[in-house]
């Protein structure tokens, strides 16, 4: 379905040495000095500089400009002590891909002028799109932003899941029901599958490509997933989850790439931790609603957490975000754990908080990991 560049005798690109690999080593399982931390949306509208070039600029000009792009990523690693950095684009860059348009509408967010209306409507869509050209601005700004990081610390890629961004594309925006696309799963179930179907080999090359152009690690966003219950999510979100793990490895070998941590991201999918657990990503992230020791027990200890402090949590005090970090590094304890909040940080928040928050999380693993305190997972 997807249109690909050629791949034969390409060389990976030389870029600085990784002065800090704890948030790889930790997707890994290996061993660190302390739990690393990064958030969500961690470059967006609650930094006043992000305010600043967002005032001057569209939201999707930001995300095409390479060098906007790549200044937006990088604004939060000069205020707090991230150990990762992940690219700014959006999960919506897929289905502009396939010839969709979507605007972003201060207020209400993405809107779909034309959404999907029946199965009719996937013949419109560009399924022979070149990932590499109709995407290129997203490789661009990774390569850029790799190197201009100069190896301070791993830099993610990302995208949207297929269910997620089916849901965009037939709801025409946010939703809070998902009637219309939860539709098409019962009256078309055949013709759904196989836009999902189609949806993933692009997302696949998109995540395989990332990695080509510098990116370290990746996550896969299934937002919409508690929107489905537990037989709909298997029978629809997840073969598609498997699938894009499967084929991202194998296509970044084919580019002659190393292999890079993959993270799923499925919010609300508490009835579905065993099979994520096994469906080939090395970090599953949770949303605020999930138990840490629970989920732990529940996944084993084959795969590494990531998560979860409730977004609203940063409404508190500094102090008192101290408390909610060693509450939360307690359950989860300092092995195969990459602490971030269960979504995205809010666009009213302190950033003074989100300090608070970066700097508790090092300052308490630290302490547990120098005085060998053997947290109980368990």
Not at 27 to 51: D, H, I, K
Not at 247 to 260: A, N
Request: hydrophobic share 40%; proline share 7%; net charge negative.
């Amino acid at each position: 379905f997807i249109s690909i560049l050629p791949s034969r005798n390409y060389r990976p690109m030389e870029f600085p040495p990784l002065q800090n690999d704890l948030i790889l080593r930790s997707a890994r399982g290996l061993s660190v000095e302390r739990v690393p931390v990064w958030v969500m949306r961690q470059a967006g509208r609650y930094l006043p500089e992000f305010r600043d070039v967002r005032s001057k600029h569209d939201f999707f000009e930001i995300c095409q400009t390479p060098e906007l792009a790549c200044q937006v990523t990088l604004q939060p690693l000069e205020r707090f002590d991230l150990d990762a950095a992940i690219i700014f684009c959006d999960i919506l860059v897929i289905p502009q891909a396939l010839g969709m348009e979507v605007q972003m509408v201060p207020k209400q967010g993405p809107v779909f002028p034309t959404p999907l209306d029946s199965p009719l409507d996937i013949q419109k869509l560009h399924f022979d799109v070149n990932v590499c050209e109709k995407l290129k601005y997203v490789f661009d700004a990774i390569t850029l932003t790799r190197k201009r990081i100069n190896g301070r610390v791993p830099l993610l890629g990302f995208s949207g899941a297929p269910w997620t961004l089916m849901s965009y594309m037939i709801e025409g925006g946010g939703s809070k029901t998902l009637s219309k696309c939860k539709a098409w799963l019962y009256k078309h179930p055949d013709e759904s599958r196989m836009l999902l179907e189609k949806i993933s080999h692009l997302v696949s090359e998109y995540l395989a490509q990332q990695v080509k152009a510098g990116a370290q690690m990746l996550q896969v966003f299934e937002s919409n997933a508690g929107y489905l219950g537990p037989e709909m999510f298997k029978r629809f979100a997840l073969p598609c989850l498997q699938s894009i793990a499967v084929t991202v490895k194998r296509r970044v070998s084919e580019l002659g790439c190393d292999q890079v941590p993959l993270t799923v991201f499925a919010k609300d999918a508490h009835y579905a931790l065993e099979e994520l657990a096994t469906s080939g990503y090395d970090v599953i992230s949770l949303d605020w609603t999930m138990d840490p020791q629970q989920s732990r027990q529940r996944v084993g200890d084959g795969v590494t957490l990531q998560g979860n402090l409730d977004p609203c949590g940063l409404y508190a005090s500094p102090e008192d975000i101290r408390v909610q970090v060693e509450r939360m590094v307690q359950a989860f304890g300092c092995h195969r754990y990459i602490a971030n909040l269960g979504h995205g940080i809010y666009p009213d928040m302190n950033p003074m908080h989100l300090k608070a928050f970066v700097d508790s999380v090092h300052s308490v693993s630290e302490i547990y990991l120098k005085d060998n305190i053997v947290i109980e997972t368990n």
